[in-house]
Structures are given as structure tokens and as C-alpha cells.
């Protein structure tokens, strides 16, 4: 379970919300930033939808239809911002999404959601991982 934490800010511009550890502000605004550019996004939901075995950066560039050296660029950026790891497998590099900070992300994107009330939104099967 996270932990919340709150610091006088909170307090005096949003008194009854607290934010969630998940991940703290500036990691929040750099994962949105990489997320921002549509190919970096292609690239992050490929690899989401790709589980846990991760995809090697001759599949992606064959599937998003993108220049290896354009794709480099794009996953170094991801990885930077924490969504996306590398591993080294024989003579590839497999990359995976980073689960545990798209969820930290949606986390803190969603903490206090609607004041504390019940949702009108149902809860989504999406969030599996």
C-alpha cells in the first residue's frame, strides 16, 4: 500500500487531497513530456501490450514503421523518464515498459480522484499489470 505524504504546499492550495508516492512531481512532468511526441507514445504502448517479455528494437522498428536511428533516440528518451527498461539478451536488447512507473503515473494522475466520491467512471479492467 503507498504511503501518503503531505508538505504545507498541499495544505494550503489543495487541503483535503494528499498525493500518493507513486512518484513525485518533476518524474510526473518528465514521463508526460516523453509521452507527449506521438512516436514515443507508439513506441510505450507497443511495448505495454507486449507483456512482460519486452520487444527487440529490430520488432518495433519493423512494426511502428520508423528509422532505427529514430527509434534509438525515441526509447533512449522513454527510458530516461522511467517507462521503459533494457536488458541485454545474448546479442539483443530487449525493451520492456516500465509497469511500475505507468502505474505510479496513473496513480498520481488519479489520487483523490473526484474528491474523494464514488466515480461515475466504472472500474476498467485496463489497469493489469
Known amino acids: 500500500m503507498p504511503v501518503?505524504?503531505?508538505?504545507a504546499a498541499?495544505?494550503?492550495?489543495?487541503?483535503?487531497?494528499?498525493?500518493?508516492e507513486f512518484m513525485n512531481e518533476d518524474q510526473v512532468v518528465k514521463a508526460l513530456a516523453a509521452l507527449a511526441h506521438?512516436?514515443?507514445?507508439?513506441?510505450?504502448?507497443?511495448?505495454?501490450?507486449?507483456?512482460?517479455q519486452g520487444l527487440t528494437p529490430g520488432v518495433m522498428?519493423?512494426?511502428?514503421g520508423i528509422p532505427a536511428t529514430t527509434l534509438s533516440f525515441h526509447l533512449k528518451e522513454l527510458a530516461s523518464a522511467g517507462l521503459v527498461t533494457q536488458e541485454?539478451?545474448?546479442?539483443?536488447l530487449v525493451y520492456r515498459a516500465a509497469y511500475d512507473q505507468m502505474n505510479g503515473l496513473l496513480?498520481?494522475?488519479?489520487?483523490?480522484?473526484?474528491?474523494?466520491?464514488d466515480c461515475a467512471i466504472p472500474i476498467s479492467s485496463a489497469a493489469c499489470c
Open 4 to 7: 501518503a505524504r503531505r508538505n
Open 10 to 20: 498541499d495544505d494550503f492550495i489543495f487541503p483535503q487531497f494528499w498525493y500518493y
Open 38 to 52: 506521438p512516436v514515443r507514445l507508439k513506441a510505450f504502448r507497443a511495448l505495454v501490450v507486449s507483456g512482460p
Open 61 to 64: 522498428q519493423e512494426g511502428l
Open 88 to 92: 541485454r539478451a545474448s546479442r539483443n
Open 107 to 117: 496513480g498520481y494522475l488519479t489520487a483523490n480522484c473526484c474528491a474523494g466520491a
